[in-house]
């Protein structure tokens, strides 16, 4: 019964947070939307801010499980890169409340909000890291420094989240990721695999 009240308590919190913000959400409007006591709300988050960790968790979970899912299906090093960038684009999507940190400063308010965004970027890097690792052992990522190339790769994508998410169509963003992976291979590929 428990675990029931949680998740329909976050995943209302999800949506409104994601509609309204942290800062016009209320705790009232979630108790009444998800059908809970306000109390009890209290009684397993204790405030509004830790409710809006709490789906700011999940939201990364579930993002990095959905690209990490989308990577493990592909064989070659070259098509888990790709796939990456492209589940990455699909799945952040849905993940309005983190896309939402970046647009509302969030961090300001509620600094723990960051350490949950930092720590989705090196979970992001670090499955960039594993596979570029892979493509250099298999011979087809030329590659000094991989942490470096990680990080780079992560950051120029998150980069590009904000404005192509919220003004790009699907296909236009399909169309982008082409040409980043171009310029991304292009510079990576070892000359006898071009």
């Known amino acids: 019964m428990k675990r029931e009240k949680v998740t329909s ?3 209302t919190a ?5 509609r ?3 800062r016009k959400t209320s705790i009232d409007e979630v ?5 809970v006591a306000k109390g009890t709300i209290y009684n397993y988050f204790g405030s509004k801010d830790q409710v809006y960790l709490e789906v700011l968790r999940r939201e990364a979970n579930e993002i990095i499980e959905k690209v990490s899912s989308s990577v493990a299906h592909e064989v070659s090093p070259k098509d888990k890169l790709a796939a990456f960038a492209r589940a990455k684009f699909k799945y952040m999507r849905e993940a309005i409340n983190i896309l939402n940190l970046d647009r509302e400063g969030i961090e300001n308010l509620l600094p723990s909000a960051e350490s949950i965004r930092s720590n989705f970027i090196e979970r992001e890097v670090d499955l960039i890291h594993s596979i570029l690792k892979e493509g250099i052992e298999k011979g087809i990522f030329r590659i000094n ?7 780079g790769i992560a950051y120029s994508l998150r980069g ?3 404005n192509w ?10 169309h982008y990721l082409d040409e980043l992976m171009n310029i991304i291979f292009f510079g990576m590929m070892n000359k006898k695999t071009n």
């Open 145 to 151: 420094d991989t942490v470096l190339a990680a990080r």
């Open 165 to 174: 998410l919220v003004q790009e169509s699907q296909e236009q963003i399909e």
């Open 9 to 11: 308590i976050l995943d």
């Open 31 to 35: 108790a009444r939307m998800a059908r």
């Open 14 to 18: 999800k949506k409104m947070f994601g």
């Open 160 to 162: 590009f989240e904000l």
């Open 20 to 22: 309204y913000g942290l």
